[in-house]
């Protein structure tokens, strides 16, 4: 039997918290792993049903879990839209920076750190996704918003929507576009200082 019921509570980083069912009852134990579809990240207060089974210490786990009124991934959603949009975002901003480097505005240290900061972002994201897939440590959100901040932040992009990692969580999101805010405004910092 399905029930539905809101996480109550929800540890992120380590992937499990806990749901009490609609109308009250116990609540019961939740596992990342216990999800079907595991392209959104479960976050507090989130609806879902469930199938409630006992472990043999007799307490309550949900298995078989879904988002209330969670779609089927269409093909537009597939990561090839947004992913697209984000690519091109990305070629423009490398190619102001490399312009702006080719005609002696910015030194070319700053390409070639952009390059290999958005690199090593991009393979954050990639080993995030996957332990968060096989249940293993994740990556910190703070290291994920420190890469951005230090100019990281178009493989990041890149990663978010290519792979569909950490591109709906609203509280992280907000941080993450913060982090591109400042790193564009050193930059132009940058821009106007260097002769």
Known sequence: MRFQG?????????????????????????????????TQRPAEGDLITYVQVRDDKGRFRAEQVCFVGQRKVAAAESGSGSGFVAVIWVLVFCAFVAS???????????????????IVAFIAYALDKSAAKNNRWRTQERTLHLLGLLGGWPGALLAQRVLRHKSKKIAFLLVFWLTVLINCAALAWVLLRWR
């Open 100 to 118: 702006a480097c080719f005609i002696g505005r910015l030194p070319w240290l700053i390409t070639g750190g952009y390059l290999a900061v958005s």
């Open 6 to 38: 809101k996480i109550s509570s929800w540890k992120d980083d380590q992937g499990f918290g806990f749901v009490v069912q609609n109308g009250g009852g116990e609540r019961a134990f939740l596992h990342i792993k216990a999800f079907e579809n595991r």
